[in-house]
Nanobody, 115 residues
């Protein structure tokens, strides 16, 4: 049974930081490109960051470059998203995504940036 389980979301003030984690199981994690997407109310889901495995190569949406860092630990089947200098516009449900021949989605973790 394939699972992607996100954690680490919450309420944070503008300028603050959060670290999201996503643990995968039921598939060969190291073979998959792992990504974080987000969806705010009334908006389409958008790609935030992705990271391949061999070689390790991160990519970011322009809106988060310089503030967010994506990383992965294949030994722990985990992908992380370190989010710094958070803004109210970063408020959204954040989803973990795995892609190879098949694709999988997590259920999401809510991030709210508000004072």
């Amino acid at each position: 049974q394939v699972q992607l389980v996100e954690s680490g979301g919450g309420l944070v003030q503008p300028g603050g930081s959060l670290r999201l984690a996503c643990v995968g199981s039921g598939f060969t994690f190291r073979n998959y490109i792992m990504s974080w997407y987000r969806q705010a109310p009334g908006k389409e889901r958008e790609l935030v960051a992705s990271i391949s495995s061999a070689p390790v190569s991160p990519n970011y949406a322009d809106s988060v470059k310089g503030r967010f860092t994506v990383s992965r630990d294949n030994a722990e089947n985990t992908v992380y998203l370190q989010m710094n200098s958070l803004k109210p516009d970063d408020t959204a449900m954040y989803y973990c995504h795995a892609r190879a021949l098949l694709t999988y989605w997590g259920r999401g973790t809510q991030v709210t940036v508000s004072s």
